[in-house]
């Protein structure tokens, strides 16, 4: 399935919170011309898992590019953080977890 495209990796998926750590989403308007510059600052951190850009259809959110991000607890979570918004000069909106209502997907494989 990887080799055909259907699949691009396989890999567990960590309960960040169990093993004592912290984690969010964070969100960031980024512009046009800055997009490679600020993805490449934050893929440069230990903990990002996830970092995509997004463009809203509809709607009036601000942010395009949006990211995971776990640390090994709250104060390095912030300062990792600020780091990023002292490195691009853009604010970053943390939006940590509240609650989960889903975890996981399960396919039935032949």
Request: hydrophobic share 35%; aromatic share 8%; net charge positive.
């Amino acid at each position: 399935m990887i080799e055909k495209g259907y699949v691009r990796r396989l890999a567990p998926i960590i309960n960040t919170q169990a093993m004592g750590r912290e984690a969010t989403l964070a969100a960031i308007k980024v512009p046009e011309d800055r997009i490679d510059e600020v993805s490449a600052i934050i893929n440069s951190y230990r903990g990002v898992s996830h970092n995509y850009l997004r463009k809203g259809k509809n709607c009036n959110i601000p942010y395009n590019m949006w990211f995971t991000m776990s640390a090994k607890d709250d104060e390095e979570l912030h300062s990792r953080l600020k780091e990023i918004e002292d490195r691009t000069g853009l604010t970053v909106r943390s939006l940590p977890t509240t609650k989960k209502f889903k975890i996981g997907v399960r396919f039935k494989i032949y």
